[in-house]
């Protein structure tokens, strides 16, 4: 029902509106959660459980909980191991599942609507899903663009605005900024580079002038 993996469930207390499940690795080795390092030794083993914040069981919120080791790692130092299902402990309390379900909930619902859904903090579901972008972007987004889209979308009962950039051929959204000035589209042709600004065929705008001269001359 977790749909965990390398654990074993050695316990499950259940409280009201709420699930705890003790975990404890399967693996023998202890892996740094910044690198591929993995030891045999142990450091030492923490005295207080690791805690996270996992999928909702119907009405119950679900926690994991987890008695970790740390390691000595040539790169890192000594550090906690790292789990399979969840980033390096002390950098969040939630596993990768629920953070991946509280980001794809914010591309189809408001973030008001967020929180009370998945009861958490308006403050969390932006830190949330900053870490799932910068871990899931595709760090090849902007290679083979050749026609792309810009626009503008407002926010805040329209008194804040993003500039997006399209990728015409995916139909995905490949870049975005705060404003809607030339500014605004900066970082993305620093991003971007002279020899992939110069394969731009076409571009696609319904702005005002002063961002379609953000755009360069050549290869437009």
Request: charged share 25%; hydrophobic share 35%.
């Amino acid at each position: 029902m977790l749909g965990l993996r390398s654990v074993t469930v050695i316990e499950v207390l259940v409280r009201p509106h709420e699930l705890l499940v003790k975990l404890r690795l399967t693996r023998s080795r202890l892996v740094c959660p910044k690198c591929s390092y993995t030891t045999r030794s142990c450091y030492d083993t923490r005295t207080l459980d690791s805690r996270w914040r996992h999928l909702d069981i119907g009405t119950h919120q679900t926690w994991l909980s987890c008695q970790l080791r740390r390691l000595r790692c040539p790169t890192h130092g000594v550090i906690t191991e790292g789990v399979p299902f969840a980033r390096p402990v002390g950098e969040s309390r939630f596993t990768r599942d629920f953070e991946h379900l509280v980001a794809w909930a914010c591309a189809k619902m408001d973030k008001t609507t967020v929180t009370k859904l998945l009861r958490v903090a308006w403050r969390t579901v932006g830190t949330i899903c900053e870490r799932v972008v910068t871990e899931e972007l595709d760090p090849n987004r902007l290679d083979n663009l050749f026609i792309l889209g810009v626009d503008e979308i407002s926010y805040r009962k329209h008194h804040n605005y993003l500039t997006l950039v399209t990728n015409h051929e995916t139909g995905k959204i490949v870049y975005g900024a705060e404003g809607k000035s030339a500014n605004s589209l900066d970082e993305f042709f620093d991003d971007l580079g002279e020899e992939r600004i110069a394969k731009i065929k076409a571009a696609t705008m319904d702005l005002g002038l002063s961002l379609c001269q953000g755009l360069p001359r050549e290869g437009t």
